[in-house]
């Protein structure tokens, strides 16, 4: 079970929200699972489910304190109610804090998160979630996070993330793009570039530099990297300074 949407700043009058997502083929019981406040690694307070919920493979369930305060802002009736368990989460911090997942005691996934993950066109972050955009790529690493689009009213509780992307194709070679073009316009698609590598060994490093068409520097996204055999790199849209990129090639 892995980490996979998290709201941390709600909007006034609304809740803070955790969503897991069963990766594996086995029928899990939630009542086993304990959520835990971290700082740096250490633990500052933690609550177990209290209630038994069957969370089946594949499966997305939203845990919040005021689930009712979740379905009212963020969704439709579409959404299956099945997939919320009410039940008491540790704090939060809206700036940034740290969530781990236990099993019987056992650490199985966690996330140290900061609100500067957002993307910096965002001025106001209250009420949108950090939604995580593959399921392979490992739970802490900052680019495997991403503002919830707008067109999905900024969080995605118990469905599909809005900035989740399909199952890539394996040997397109050593470096590509899941996508050529991109706009960073919060819609849900193709809102920023994910720069993809597969190499055949570990040792590998990598510098990774963003240019206009002019040849003048623009960001680094990378600098002496050093690779595992296949993940991906970030880029949002953004200079090196933080403002948002001109409309152009680069």
Known sequence: ILIN?????PNVGSSDFLELYNTSDNVLNLADFTIANTDNGLINSFENIETGYLLFPQTYAVLSPAIQNIKNEYLDETVNDALFLETNLPTFPSNKGGILLLYN???IDGLEYSADWHHTSITNKQGISLERIDFDTETQNKDNWHS?????????PSYTNSQSIDEQSANMGEVWLTNKTFSPDFDGFEDF???????????????I?????NGRWIKRIAKNDILGTSGFYKWDGTTDNGTKARMGIY
Do not use: H, M
């Open 148 to 156: 919830a689009a707008s067109d999905v009213g900024f969080a995605t």
């Open 105 to 107: 005691g056992s650490a």
């Open 209 to 213: 530099n963003i240019y206009d068409a």
């Open 193 to 207: 570039l994910l720069i993809n590598y597969e190499v055949e060994q570990n040792g590998f490093s990598a510098t």
């Open 5 to 9: 949407e998290i709201l941390f700043n």
